[in-house]
C-alpha cells in the first residue's frame, strides 16, 4: 500500500508471523529481507505484466488490460475459518490489518469430474457421491465427531480412541471406499494414505474443524484475503514494528557468523547484527537443509469460472491420490475478480501437487482438463526443503518450503513447532474470536 513504511510486501512465508510473534512476546526483533521477486518462492505479484516476465513468457494480451488490478499469489493457501492461523491472526489482532472474503465452494474429483464436499448432514442427503446406505453411515460418522467428547467416555461408542486406527474408525461405522476417500482427503485434508493405519483422534479433530469452520460460513469452510495473501506480512509487519521490531529491507545476508557451534551475529553489506536467535528459510542456509522432494505449481489464467462448480468465484477442488493411482493428491484453487485479484470477470486457477515422476506436467494434465480452455500457464518446480536439525545447539530455526497443499494447516503445524522450539513454551491463544468476513450477502 502507498503508506507502506519499509514493511516486506512480497513474503508470505512463515519467519513474518514468528517475528510478529516474537515482537509480541517482548523480545528484541530485526527483520532482514532481501524483498526481491526471485527466488522468493511464496511472492504476490502485481502487476499482472511482472508475472509474464517473471515466467519469461510473452504478453499479457492486449484483452488482458489494467494490469494493476491483478495480484497473483505464486503459492495461494486458504485459511480453514477456525484452524490455527486465522486462530493466530485472532490472538496477535492482525486481523486489523486484513479483509477476508469466504471462498465459494468446496469439491472434490470423482470419476473424471468435480463433485461438492459433502459435510454437512443435508449436505450428505443430496450428495451424488453416495448412495442410499453410504449416506446413512456418513451422516452417523458425522453425528458422532460433531458430539464426540474426550472427557466423556459415552461418547466414545466402546471404542478406545487413542488406540483405535481411523481404518477401524471408518470400518466401525461401515463407510464405503468412496466415503473413505472424501472424508480423509477432501474433509479432514490428509495428503496421502497413511493416516488410516494411525491413532483415529487427529482425523476426529480435523474432521470437527473442517465442520465447525464450515458452519460459520455456509459456502465453504476456506477464507481468503481481499487483495491476496500480499496483505498477511504486512500485517504482521506492523504488529512487530508496533512492538519495537526493526525492518532492514533490500539487503543482503552474506555471512552467518558462529561461535562454539551456535549462531553469534549476521553480517549484511559490511555491518555486523549480534543475535542469540537466528529464525529464517532454507534459501539463506542451503547447508543446513535437505531436499525431501519436488512440488509442481501451474498458474492458469481463466476468463470463465471452472465447469460443474456452480459457477463459482472461488472454489477448492482436491483430487485424491487414488482417481488417479498415485501417491499424493492434487490440489485446485481459484480466486477471482471477487477477491480482488483480476480484472473483472478473469479467474487465477493454480494447480498443485508432489511431483512423482520424471515428468511433472503429464501428472497434472487431468487437473488442467478440468480448467479448459486456459488462456495462459505458468509452470513452476520447486524443491521440498527441511531443515536438518531442529536448531537448538545452533540456535538456528529453519523454516519448511511450502508444501503442495492449498490450505494453511501444515505451514501451522511449522509455526508451532518453531515456536515450540524458539521458546520452550507452546504457542497458546486465548478464547477464540470469530474472524469477520465479507459477503455479497451480508
Known sequence: SSENKGFPKDQIHLECVLSGLMSLNGKKVLHIDRNSYYGEESASISPLQELYRKFKVPGPPKSVSRGKEWNVDLVPKFFLATGQLVKILMHTEVTRYLDFKVVEGSYVYKSGKVHKVPATEEDAHSSDLMGMFDKRRFKKLLHFTQNFDKRNPRTHQDMDLDKTTT??????????????EFTGHAIALHSSESYLDQPCMETIRRIRMYSESLSRHNYSPYLYPLYGLRELPQGFA????????TFLLNRAVDEIVMENGSVKAVRSEGKLFHCKQLICDPSYV???VRKMGRIIRVICLLNHPVKNT??????????PQTQLNRTSDIYISVVSYSHSVASDGMYIATVSTAAETSTPEKEVQPALELLEPIMQKFVSISNLLVPNEDGRKSQIFVSRSYDATNHFEFECDDIEDLYHRLTG??????????VSHNSDDD
Open 286 to 288: 542451503p547447508n543446513r
Open 310 to 319: 456452480n459457477e463459482a468465484s472461488s472454489c477448492q477442488i482436491i483430487i
Open 167 to 180: 481404518r477401524e474408525l471408518f470400518s466401525h461405522f461401515d463407510l464405503g471406499q468412496n466415503v473413505i
Open 238 to 245: 506492523r504488529l512487530s514494528a508496533e512492538y519495537g521490531g
Open 425 to 434: 513454551a507452546e504457542l497458546c491463544f486465548g478464547r477464540s474470536r470469530q
